[in-house]
Antibody, heavy 121, light 106 residues
């Protein structure tokens, strides 16, 4: 069974930083592309970042480009999201999501339970 | 960037109804489209991928069609567990984009 467990969510002030972690299990982590998707309270889904299996391809939504950095550790089965210069509009549940296939599909068959990030003064 | 729209934004339906949700892409994305279901307070679930392929474990009451810029999700014989919000997502190119969602309620 695929298991994705996010951690690191917290309440921070505008301009602050956070590092989210996602522990993966139940599949060959190094073979799959991983993404982060967020959902602001009462709002829809927003894709924010992608990292390929070997970290060669990385992509970001315009809303976080230059402020967020995605990375992964295939030896530890973790994917990370380093968030800098946080804004109120970054307040959301952050989901770690797994690509459906070892070949790039860019759709997501497994989702973590999410971790809440609140940016407020 | 590709923009995604969905219609309607919400629909009221009854058990046993057939519901169709439309998703449009601002440019052609071939069949690179997925549909997700999200129930209140729950994690989204992949229903349909590649526009028309049913994800394992998903009821055959769900079906998807379309290509290019126009896509539909149809729910046949609506069941109580189907009341949820549905999102399309383009998977053709970065940035990946979700539609704004369609809420199906009673």
């Amino acid at each position: 069974e695929v298991l994705l467990v996010e951690s690191g969510g917290d309440s921070v002030q505008p301009g602050g930083s956070l590092r989210l972690s996602c522990a993966a299990a139940g599949f060959i982590f190094r073979d799959y592309e991983m993404n982060w998707v967020r959902q602001a309270p009462g709002k829809g889904l927003e894709w924010i970042s992608h990292v390929s299996s070997g970290s060669r391809t990385i992509a970001y939504a315009d809303s976080v480009k230059g402020r967020f950095t995605v990375s992964r550790d295939n030896a530890k089965n973790y994917v990370y999201l380093q968030m800098e210069s946080l804004r109120a509009e970054d307040t959301a549940i952050y989901y770690c999501v797994k690509d459906q296939n070892m070949v790039t599909t860019n759709w997501f068959d497994s989702w973590g339970q999410g971790t809440l990030v609140t940016v407020s003064s | 960037d590709i923009q995604m729209t969905q219609s309607p934004s919400s629909v009221s339906a009854s058990v046993g109804d057939r519901v169709t949700i439309t998703c449009r892409a601002s440019q052609g994305i071939s069949n690179r489209l997925a549909w997700y279901q999200q129930k209140t307070g729950k994690v989204p679930r992949l229903l349909i991928y590649a526009a028309s392929s049913l994800q394992g474990g998903v009821s055959s009451r769900f079906s998807g069609s379309g290509s290019g810029t126009y896509f539909t999700l149809t729910i046949s014989n609506l069941q109580p567990e189907d009341f949820a919000t549905y999102y399309c997502q383009q998977a053709n190119s970065f940035p990946l984009v979700f539609g704004p969602g369609t809420r199906v309620d009673l």
